[in-house]
């Protein structure tokens, strides 16, 4: 994704989960393949949403939709354990499975 050269450094927060209508939002984007899709994938994940009822809306095959989940539990979990919790493991792990400097930079609020 990082190739496209769009300025989007990996499943960034493609829409503000806080805002009403927001899942809304989300199941409307998923209904209509487009460019932006596999950003609307991620954030149907950090909103709550089931690999299940993800697969009702897009029956995209739940393989590639288990693999984005993976990649937004990492986020979350990277999150929870903050800078302190970062060790050269975690970063090596995060690393082979796609994770820009920059999306960890951003995750753990940090330049």
């Known amino acids: 994704m990082r190739g ?7 499943l ?34 950090r909103s709550g949403m089931t690999m299940g009822e993800i697969h009702e809306i897009t029956k995209i095959d739940p393989w590639f939709l288990i693999q984005i989940e993976d ?16 060790t050269a493991d975690r970063m090596f792990a995060l690393k082979r499975k796609g994770f820009s400097d920059r999306r960890i ?7």
Request: proline share 2%; aromatic share 8%; charged share 30%.
């Open 71 to 86: 990649l937004i539990k990492e986020e979350e979990m990277l999150k929870a354990d903050g800078f302190e919790g970062f």
């Open 4 to 10: 496209l050269e769009i300025g989007k450094h990996g």
């Open 12 to 45: 960034c927060n493609h829409i503000d989960l806080d805002i009403e209508g927001a899942e809304k939002t989300i199941a409307n984007e998923l209904r209509q393949p487009g460019s932006d899709s596999v950003w609307y994938l991620a954030d149907a994940f």
């Open 105 to 111: 930079a951003d995750l753990l609020q940090t330049d």
